[in-house]
């Protein structure tokens, strides 16, 4: 089975009016991360998946989930 | 400019420069192969440049240093994956080129000097252009 990470983090940074650099800024790492996390080409660790999570004021599993 | 802003122009311009040594690393050992220049004070230079190279590819500048903000913005998850991966591009291009070598050797006699050279060369090549490949796509 191949399993992805699947992830609404552009909505949930838009949504939250943020761009990417604002959000990179808010929890000390760069706009590439935020960049690449968005786009499903790299997979966050968990600390950041909870940065994320918590910068952008939800939970985690709504924000990633596994895609099958 | 805040800080992200110039963690990022400063990770293009290490991208743009591995690109640079890149260019350099195989210029020099095209021109010292071509010209069959094994002698060790030769060598000397070429050393310098793969020691200051495979450095630089290593987070361990950043982490013998006391890491300013920008310096902790340029290696961050997304850096180090970079760099595991282009680690991995250098260790093929290594096994690659060593294996064409001994394949071609009854034909093309190499001493043992150039193809340490050309194996080190092609590993660090393709890990450079790897990593700087990786950070300039991530950042657009």
Redesign the interface.
Known sequence: MNETLGNDLKAAREAAGLTQGGLAQAIGVSRKTINTVENGVFQPSTLLALKLARALGRPVESLFWIAD | M????K??AR?RGRAVVFYLLSVALLASTILSVANGHDEPNRLLPWFVMIGASALNLTGLPFRWSRCG?IA???N????R?HRRSSFEAGFWAMILSTASMTAILNAVPFSAVTMGRVAITAGLIAALTSFATL?LR???
Do not use: H, K
Request: net charge negative; proline share 5%; glycine share 0%.
């Open positions: 805040n800080l992200v802003e963690a990022e990770s903000p902790r913005l340029m961050d998850e997304t850096t994956d950070e991530a950042s657009r």
